[in-house]
């Protein structure tokens, strides 16, 4: 689609647990190359999420993505992948002792936002309707599907569920 526009139209893709395409065969190896390096050229941007870092050193593909983004986003790492996550994203054991200190719990989640310049801890606070929108907890989402096979719309659906595990309306 943004080889089509030829750049008239901003387009932003996303491809969350990338994992499974980064480590996918040599024709997607390829194809997401090609768009990491060449996406800017058409007006376009391409965020990967994926659970490691190391994720990105598997082939040329997923090099290209790291090497060619902008920004670097870190949420909680596991403690064995740390020295991976130093050595790829070249941090340093400052850096390191930051990252092990980002806590998460039922208001907020920490990350770290790293690019030229920039290595900042933050804060991910989302409302409670937010919260079970995009919740990926297994209780969250198996209630939000029972309210919609029952004939609720998503957002009746996610406002009960937001006022039985929040108690918020």
């Not at 593909?61 to 996550?85: E, F, Y």
Request: hydrophobic content about 35%.
């Amino acid at each position: 689609y943004i080889y089509v526009k030829k750049g008239t139209t901003k387009s932003l893709i996303m491809i969350d647990e990338a994992w499974a395409m980064l480590n996918g065969g040599k024709s997607m190896v390829k194809f997401i190359e090609g768009l990491a390096r060449r996406c800017r050229k058409y007006a376009g941007s391409i965020i990967t999420g994926t659970q490691k870092v190391a994720d990105y050193t598997q082939n040329l593909g997923a090099k290209a993505c790291l090497d060619t983004s902008d920004w670097t986003l870190l949420l909680r790492q596991n403690p064995q992948a740390l020295q991976d996550t130093q050595e790829i994203l070249n941090l340093s054991d400052k850096q390191i002792e930051v990252i092990k200190s980002i806590q998460k719990n039922k208001n907020f989640s920490e990350l770290i936002i790293k690019g030229e310049g920039t290595f900042a801890l933050a804060r991910f606070i989302c409302d409670p309707f937010s919260a079970i929108l995009y919740s990926t907890k297994k209780e969250h989402r198996d209630r939000k599907e029972k309210l919609i096979k029952q004939g609720y719309s998503t957002v009746d659906a996610v406002k009960i569920a937001t006022k039985e595990f929040f108690n918020y309306v």
